[in-house]
């Protein structure tokens, strides 16, 4: 959807003091959290197909949950979806 492109990649920083590979950067970085979190997508399918969660430990995925929900809280507080949008992506993956 163009419109979520749109909103992840509008900076908020309307300063032309900045130089453009830090914008850039700012721009590239909720897409590289969203790839982060899909790093655990092959155990996600495994546990699919096995119907079972074998001996996976709990902590990790409770982690990125605990992460996901803070980092929404701020993103939400601060109003910045470069934000709380990757971070909700993570969460629904997380709770997944």
Not at 42 to 62: A, E, H, W
């Amino acid at each position: 959807n163009i419109h979520v492109f749109k909103l992840f990649s509008t900076s908020t920083i309307m300063d032309d003091s900045i130089p453009g590979w830090v914008k850039f950067c700012g721009n590239l970085a909720p897409f590289a959290a969203i790839v982060v979190f899909l790093a655990p997508f092959p155990t996600i399918k495994q546990i699919t197909t096995d119907r079972s969660v074998g001996n996976l430990p709990l902590l990790p995925y409770s982690s990125m949950i605990a992460n996901c929900f803070l980092w929404i809280t701020y993103g939400l507080l601060k109003h910045e979806i470069r934000i709380w949008g990757p971070n909700g992506v993570g969460f629904a993956l997380a709770l997944f």
